[in-house]
């Protein structure tokens, strides 16, 4: 397993690099919670993170991307405008965004507002799958040695952001349908309050 700080100047690139090794997981910090990460369309990868989580394959991913424009490519449709304007005024930020894809399934994500994660989506320049570091049902770890801990197994790599405010919480889940429909599913960092004033806006 390589180590490396969050802080150093080539975090990004490196991690980025080991990313495109096929099979390569990493756990790094996010503004909320430590994360499980790889390659999107890295089906070897994304199998490892659910046997490190004991986590229910059904249990789909979602997807940190670079732009909103790389979440509509994956969906193959437009966001609902609802979705739009909610990522427009949030991301980056802390909540993740669930909507229709071309599928008639869904599709979920978010930009984590962290310097490290937005340099690392920046040098890898696609969408990277996501989930906390963590077996699945327990809480979410909020440093490094926490994270490495309660996984079973050792991803790739591993970055150390230092240890995350004890109050962290995870990302707010909203669920956006076709015809507008919005549902809280999580509540999370970005408070209700400041989501229905940001619709009515």
Request: aromatic share 6%.
């Amino acid at each position: 397993m390589i180590f490396f700080s969050a802080a150093q100047n080539d975090a990004g690139k490196k991690a980025a690099e080991l990313l495109k090794q096929k099979g390569a997981v990493l756990i790094v910090p996010t503004e909320t919670v430590y994360g499980l990460i790889c390659a999107w369309e890295d089906e070897e990868a994304r199998k490892k993170i659910y046997d490190l989580k004991h986590r229910s394959p059904t249990k789909l991913f979602a997807a940190f991307v670079p732009e909103i424009s790389v979440a509509e490519k994956l969906c193959g449709v437009s966001l609902p405008p609802a979705a739009k304007r909610l990522a427009e005024k949030f991301m980056p930020g802390a909540i993740t965004l669930i909507v229709p894809d071309k599928n008639g399934s869904t599709f979920g994500f978010r930009i984590p507002d962290h310097p490290f994660i937005l340099d690392l989506l920046k040098q890898y320049n696609g969408a990277l799958a996501s989930t906390s570091a963590n077996l699945s049902g327990e809480p979410p770890a909020l440093d490094l040695p926490t994270a490495l801990r309660t996984i079973d197994g050792a991803p790739a790599g591993a970055v150390d952001g230092g240890a995350l405010p004890e109050d962290s919480v995870p990302s707010t889940i909203i669920q956006v349908t076709a015809d507008g429909q919005v549902k809280i599913i999580r509540d999370g960092l970005v408070k209700t309050e400041r989501i229905m004033a940001a619709l009515r806006s």
